[in-house]
């Protein structure tokens, strides 16, 4: 009963990063690995993509690398497992465990329902909120705990941002909702 509450919302985006290696040798890499481009002048470090599970991963000389377009833990895993691998295979010396984290997770919601984002606007602590309807049709929600950042927009739908595990967007969700339940 308790995850009915949540059906709408879906996990956009997961980003990842940390350290995979002491050093990493671009030029090498980008040689070997086929879907390893490498463009020093455009951008400082190489971007591994990979067709199943669909992630772009930024890979540095320093041996950190931030993994973006993650649906699920398991495709991070997944990931990240075909990233050392092809890696190791690529002559690089990784580490045996890599030492990646989620850094942020993007959440769709929505609500089902209309936002008055005027009355939000009016209602709710102003120095949380940012709302320009001329620069941006959405309203700016910044929640201190959890530390979560809330797109509303006028049609019911919501982006969270900002989380590290889905809990802390389900925290931040049920805060909000409790704020705009006072208003609507």
Known sequence: MEEKRYDSLKIENIVASGVIADSIDLVEVSKKIASCELNTKRFPGAVFRIEKPKIASLIFSSGKVVLTGIRNNQALHDGLEIIMASLKEAGVN???????????????????????????????????????????????????????????????????????????????????????????
Not at 122 to 149: A, D, M, S
């Open 94 to 184: 990784t580490y045996d465990v890599p030492r990646v984290a989620v850094t942020n997770i993007v959440c769709s919601y929505d609500i089902g329902k209309y936002i008055n984002l005027n009355k939000v606007v009016i209602t709710l602590n102003l120095e949380n909120i940012e709302y320009e309807p001329e620069q941006f049709p959405g309203l700016v929600y910044r929640i201190k705990e959890p530390k979560i950042v809330a797109l509303l927009f006028s049609s019911g739908k919501i982006i969270l941002t900002g989380g590290k595990t889905v809990e802390d967007i389900k925290r931040g969700l049920d805060f909000l909702e409790q704020k705009l339940e006072s208003i609507m």
